[in-house]
């Protein structure tokens, strides 16, 4: 399948606002990663090599002299665990684009830009363009914006006070209620959402994502039945 | 403007790490044929990592997040646009918050 404009301009027009979104969280990410002593450069390289938003606030947040580096890397990486399920799912709606662009693609798989991706994938398969049309400008947004955070320091407004702080939760839920298929879904959502309670309650951390999706994905797998067509 | 070696080294570690969860979900697909009980626990990941992304978020934070995550819910019911739905769900929670404070 060959790289398309139209694909380009679809991926834009539903990224846009999501990159509306990105800029101001990068810039407080910024401005508390220059709390921490991060110079510019140094929140630019971060926001641009991790480039996982949850995970950069907790980080920061762990951020003390001496560096336990292993101790916050490990702690990033439980976070970012959800990738996984991620990647394995949008995978399956890739086939119609060169395998080599695969591992390059798997970077920029933000929360965001994956919901923006089943979302698309659920009426037609992914295009090389409509991928790079949704996930990169998404990108630069979020390591540029990171920059000018740290560059200006505190001069915003608390996210909280005009709401951006919800506007994550708000996306997901209009995408998730995309992916309703009767009442089994409604048994897949929630087992996971009351395990992520159990998880949250009870383990400290962000494992209550990746418990409370696999506890979903379970029964999902446990309700199936053989004699069934899914495919 | 310099780059410290110890946040360098940090920065470069957490870069690994998140990528390795990105690359490990292809990886992990590579040459499997998903069919049967296999698909229909795939299809559930969208909605079931969704929701347990959500929930702390809007049913563990406070009164005017559970609210407003039921005004978005009715929202995306309706069929409004993404973009929309994604206002109501902001302008609920700025109006909720001034109520439950």
Not at chain 1, 109 to 119: F, I, K, P, Q, S
Not at chain 1, 199 to 206: Q, R, V
Not at chain 2, 71 to 85: D, E, G, N, R
Request: net charge neutral.
């Amino acid at each position: 399948m060959s790289f398309k404009a139209s694909d380009l301009r679809a991926g834009v027009s539903d990224s846009w606002a999501v990159c509306l979104a990105y800029a101001p969280i990068a810039m407080l990410w910024g401005t508390l990663a220059a709390t921490k002593g991060f110079s510019p450069l140094e929140a630019i390289l971060m926001s641009a090599l991790v480039y996982a938003g949850a995970s950069q606030f907790v980080a920061i947040q762990m951020w003390v002299e001496p560096l336990p580096i292993l101790l916050v890397v490990f702690t990033i990486f439980v976070i970012n665990l959800r990738h996984v399920l991620y990647a394995a799912s949008i995978s399956r709606h890739m086939g119609g684009i060169a395998r080599w662009w695969h591992p390059l693609l798997m970077h920029v798989l933000t929360d965001e830009a994956w919901a923006l991706l089943e979302r698309r994938a659920l009426a037609q398969p992914l295009t090389l363009g409509y991928y790079i049309g949704v996930a990169v400008p998404l990108w630069p947004t979020w390591f540029l914006f990171s920059a000018l955070g740290a560059l200006l320091g505190s001069v915003l407004p608390d996210p909280a006070l005009i709401g951006l702080d919800f506007a994550f939760a708000a996306m997901f839920i209009a995408i998730l209620a995309g992916f309703w298929k009767g009442p089994r879904t409604g048994m897949v959502i929630i087992t996971s959402a009351a395990v992520a309670v159990m998880a949250k309650t009870f383990l400290s951390g962000a494992w209550y994502i990746v418990i409370g999706g696999l506890a979903g994905v379970a029964v999902a797998a446990l309700m199936y039945q053989e004699t069934e067509n899914v495919d | 403007m310099s780059i410290d070696l110890t946040t360098l080294l940090a920065i470069l570690g957490m870069g690994l790490a998140t990528y390795a969860s990105r690359l490990s979900g292809l990886l992990l697909m590579r040459g499997v044929v998903v069919k049967g009980r296999m698909k229909a626990a795939l299809d559930a990941v969208p909605p079931a990592v969704l929701m347990a992304v959500i929930t702390p978020m809007v049913f563990m934070t406070g009164t005017a997040e559970a609210l407003a995550g039921i005004v978005t819910a009715l929202s995306a019911y309706l069929k409004l646009p993404l973009l929309v739905t994604i206002l109501v769900g902001i302008g609920s929670v700025v109006g909720l918050r001034m109520v439950f404070t």
